[in-house]
Nanobody
Framework: QVQLVESGGGLVQAGGSLRLSCAAS????????MGWFRRAPGKEREVVAS????????RYADSVKGRFTISRLNTVKTIDLQMNSLKPEDTAIYYC???????????????????WGQGTQVTVSS
């Protein structure tokens, strides 16, 4: 079992920055690919960014490329999402997820993930 707890959400003006963190605990979280997803009101859950187990492979949604950066530090079991140049359309609940994998893969399909956090709200005002 892996437990995931997100933090760092909040209210920010357009153009501002936030850094989300996901603290992982439990069994060998270093053997998991990790992802950040979000769900805006009235919309489907979508991938924001994902990273493979050793941090070599990273993938981003087109809508956040160049603005968001996903990173992980397995020694302290954290996965971060640095969000810059935030836009009102980034407003959503952001979720951290873990997928058991020690391959190159950084999955973008939510169905590939085994564990999910409770989410943290990000609100970007115009």
């Amino acid at each position: 079992q892996v437990q995931l707890v997100e933090s760092g959400g909040g209210l920010v003006q357009a153009g501002g920055s936030l850094r989300l963190s996901c603290a992982a605990s439990g069994r060998t979280p270093g053997n998991y690919a990790m992802g950040w997803f979000r769900r805006a009101p009235g919309k489907e859950r979508e991938v924001v960014a994902s990273i493979n187990w050793n941090g070599v492979n990273r993938r981003y949604a087109d809508s956040v490329k160049g603005r968001f950066t996903i990173s992980r530090l397995n020694t302290v079991k954290t996965i971060d999402l640095q969000m810059n140049s935030l836009k009102p359309e980034d407003t959503a609940i952001y979720y951290c997820a873990a997928a058991q994998s020690t391959t190159w893969a950084a999955p973008v399909n939510p169905a590939s993930y085994d564990y999910w956090g409770q989410g943290t709200q990000v609100t970007v005002s115009s």
